[in-house]
């Protein structure tokens, strides 16, 4: 198994590389709900990736409910703000979804609410606007990793 990076609707293909990239390092497989903001082939999302592409587990979903109907049982944690626990405050278990609105919304308010128990927030200094969204994927997922030992990484 491996933890689980969701990209619900990315609109900037440098953020989708780069993600792609740590996913690529770390083993997470790579899942887009669209509509993207970009396609595919943009040479900025291939760009940002470098060689790395061929080395991703990557996965297209034309919805969310689409995704979430593949992995039925499984825990989705929601990245959000609006999160009253932090991401540190959870137990990650290896087969988790980690799971990310776009950049200049954030995930749907359905999503949050369906998802309320798990939703999770970086801390941050208050009134601040949120983190740039390849590094917040790179935090939790690593966080994840960490609390599992690491598993597979040398």
């Not at 740590?22 to 999302?45: M, Q």
């Not at 799971?99 to 749907?108: D, Q, S």
């Not at 927030?121 to 939790?140: D, F, H, K, T």
Request: charged fraction near 25%; glycine fraction near 6%.
């Amino acid at each position: 198994m491996a933890f689980h990076i969701v990209l619900v609707e990315p609109e900037i293909p440098q953020n989708t590389g780069n993600i792609a990239r740590t996913c690529a390092a770390t083993g997470a497989i790579l899942h887009l709900v669209k509509p993207l903001g970009f396609s595919l082939d943009d040479r900025y999302v291939k760009r940002a990736g470098l060689d790395y592409w061929d080395r991703v587990r990557l996965y297209t979903y034309d919805s969310f409910e689409e995704l979430a109907a593949s992995f039925p049982g499984r825990r989705f944690f929601c990245a959000t703000t609006k999160a009253v626990k932090s991401y540190t405050e959870f137990q990650f278990r290896d087969g988790d979804l980690l799971v990310f609105g776009k950049e200049t919304a954030g995930l749907p308010a359905q999503l949050l609410e369906r998802y309320r128990d798990t939703c999770i927030r970086i801390p941050m200094l208050p009134e601040n606007r949120s983190l740039n969204l390849s590094n917040a994927a790179a935090i939790v997922l690593y966080e994840a990793l960490r609390q599992n030992g690491f598993p597979h990484l040398t």
